[in-house]
């Protein structure tokens, strides 16, 4: 089990950031995605995995004015 944004998520080994963002279907643009409050840079989240117990942030930033 693992938490995303507070919220209790089933885990499977081997799961990616990456793989995390299309089972939740996070598809916006611009995310910020912290695991255990680490920074994980877009081009890393296909290889970045999740462990069994992780925390993971995902912020979607918007622009505004």
């Given amino acids: 089990m693992i938490k995303v944004n507070t919220k209790e998520s089933n885990w499977s080994e081997g799961m990616t950031v990456q793989d995390l963002l299309d089972e939740k279907q996070f598809v916006f643009k611009h995310i910020i995605v912290r695991v255990n409050g680490v920074y994980v840079p877009p081009e ?14 995902v912020v979607h930033l918007m622009a505004g004015g």
């Avoid at 296909?46 to 925390?55: E, V, Y």
């Fill in 44 to 57: 890393m989240h296909a290889a970045f995995q999740i462990n069994d117990g992780d925390n993971v942030m």
